[in-house]
């Protein structure tokens, strides 16, 4: 079965996350809980700061109680190692980029892993990459993965380009897609993540070009016309607008498009040439922040109610 007919061309993001929201209310509802929140701003950076706010509306939405605490960068560190032990505090993100680089990523390892609904604790990274999809042995409870890989995830299966019929680790069997960026928040995980569903993956960035298939990585020589010409699927989240942006002829016909930076990184002339294009993923990344809010919760927090 194909995808709704509002969902063809031109998709609506809000329209795919409408779902997701709508059952969270009902799970936070059923759960009868008081579920918190927390979100840590210690940057200026103008992206981070709607996040946060629709972070906040999408708390609001489902029922859970979210507080932004605005601080300085160097006061992260403490208010991570405070927040860590506060039983009234049942998820916490910290909005990146802070310092950027190796602080950043000392900073997501000083979260514990049962309380960072961003996914990008080292426990949850080690799981993605070597495809452990659940944290328990009995494999009941799920393991949270970052927010807009899985968004954009969840967006493939939503409209139909992944086929659900085939389950897990087979969905994306036979597809071929192209990154552009292979950061260690988007763009990595999102290769592998696809990689484990099927897909034959092309990751780029500043440095080259490399290939996903199932568990393994490697460096490839194919460059950017020859990925694109083949990819069912083109990815792209650049940090500038200097970067040349992916047009309708370079494009695979009937390839669906989607671009999650809040650059701009594909033409307007890919309407032309692709089934799916979505221009932005902000809303399915809050209902996936909250998403994992709720599965935390359940995997961790809520056999501690008092």
């Not at 950076?45 to 999408?58: E, I, M, T």
């Not at 049942?90 to 961003?118: C, T, W």
């Not at 426990?123 to 899985?150: F, I, N, Q």
Request: with cysteine.
């Amino acid at each position: 079965m194909g995808p709704p007919e509002d969902l063809v061309a031109v998709v609506d993001p809000g329209v795919i996350a409408a779902p997701f929201l709508e059952q969270l209310r009902s799970e936070v509802t059923a759960l009868g809980a008081s579920i918190r929140l927390v979100g840590l701003l210690g940057t200026d950076d103008r992206a981070s700061q709607v996040y946060s706010q629709y972070a906040a509306q999408g708390c609001e939405r489902v029922g859970i109680r979210y507080e932004q605490r605005r601080l300085d960068p160097e006061d992260v560190s403490r208010e991570l190692f405070l927040l860590n032990d506060d039983p009234t505090v049942h998820g916490v993100m910290v909005y990146y980029p802070i310092f950027g680089g190796a602080r950043d990523r000392s900073l997501q390892n000083e979260l514990r892993p049962e309380k960072d609904v961003e996914g990008l604790h080292a426990v949850w990274s080690g799981r993605l990459y070597h495809d452990v999809r659940t944290v328990d042995p009995e494999g009941k409870k799920k393991a949270v993965l970052p927010c807009t890989p899985l968004g954009i995830v969840k967006t493939l299966e939503t409209l139909g380009v992944y086929q659900a019929d085939k389950g897990p680790r087979h969905q994306a069997d036979g597809l071929v897609a192209t990154i552009f960026n292979r950061s260690e928040v988007v763009g990595r995980p999102l290769a592998a993540m696809m990689a484990h569903d099927g897909a034959k993956v092309y990751s780029f960035d500043i440095d080259g070009a490399a290939v996903y298939e199932g568990m393994k990585s490697s460096p490839s020589d194919i460059d950017r016309k020859t990925a694109l010409a083949g990819s069912d699927i083109v990815i792209t989240g650049v940090p500038a607008r200097d970067f040349p942006q992916v047009r309708a002829a370079e494009l695979k016909a009937d390839a669906t498009c989607i671009n999650f930076s809040h650059v701009n990184n594909l033409h307007d002339d890919v309407v032309d040439r692709a089934r799916h294009v979505v221009f932005r993923t902000g809303p399915v990344t809050v209902a996936m922040l909250l998403r994992n809010t709720v599965r935390l919760y359940r995997n961790f927090h809520a056999a501690n109610r008092s």
